[in-house]
């Protein structure tokens, strides 16, 4: 069983930046052993949860959704387990509950239903 615990989030002004963190534990071997796809997902309020960065955790390899890429920066430390989003220019639409979800054999790595596990999330507030 994988638990994934988020930390990072708080309040800014637009234009400024947040860096998120996941640090993942329980897990039978370690994630560059098997590629899990790590995953940050956002919810805002009455919205639907989207994908946001993904990262390929064998390879490195990572993926955005075109709204946040060129701010965000979705990375690694395998030594740590832990799984980053670095937030630059964040916008007011960028306010949401933020989450991680790691999956293993995942399809479509911005949907949600691909993923066993989850992390509690936490919030982004942007204001203007």
């Known amino acids: 069983q994988v638990q994934l615990v988020e930390s990072g989030g708080g309040s800014v002004q637009a234009g400024g930046s947040l860096r998120l963190s996941c640090t993942a534990s329980g897990a039978s071997h370690t994630p560059h052993e098997t590629t899990y796809w790590m995953t940050w997902f956002r919810q805002a309020p009455g919205k639907e949860r989207e994908g946001v960065a993904g990262?390929?955790?064998?390879?490195?390899?990572?993926l955005y959704a075109d709204s946040v890429r060129g701010r965000f920066t979705v990375s690694q430390d395998n030594a740590k387990n832990t799984l980053f989003l670095q937030m630059n220019n964040l916008k007011p639409e960028d306010t949401a509950m933020y989450y991680c979800?790691?999956?293993?054999?995942?399809?479509?790595?911005?949907?949600?239903?691909?993923?066993?596990?989850w992390g509690q999330g936490v919030q982004v507030t942007v204001s203007k």
């Open positions: 990262l390929a955790t064998r390879t490195g390899s990572a």
């Open positions: 979800a790691a999956g293993i054999r995942v399809g479509i790595w911005s949907r949600e239903n691909w993923y066993q596990y």
